[in-house]
């Protein structure tokens, strides 16, 4: 997953995890969904709770 500017970044900030924009917003988009689906998951927890 690591394009050329990627690697460029990651060298001269010293973060392994550093992206450049277009491969940034894949990972923030993927990190949001994660928490989407987990926030869906404790909703329904909740309202098997209720019934």
């Keep these: 997953m690591n394009c050329k500017k ?3 970044l990651q060298k001269i900030t010293g973060n392994s ?4 924009m277009s491969h940034g917003l894949e990972v923030l ?3 949001f ?3 989407q ?5 404790a ?6 709770k209720l019934k």
């Design 29 to 31: 988009l993927r990190r």
């Design 6 to 8: 990627c690697q460029y």
């Design 37 to 41: 689906i987990a926030n869906a998951k």
């Design 33 to 35: 969904e994660k928490q």
């Design 17 to 20: 995890k550093a992206r450049c």
């Design 43 to 48: 909703e329904l927890r909740e309202l098997r």
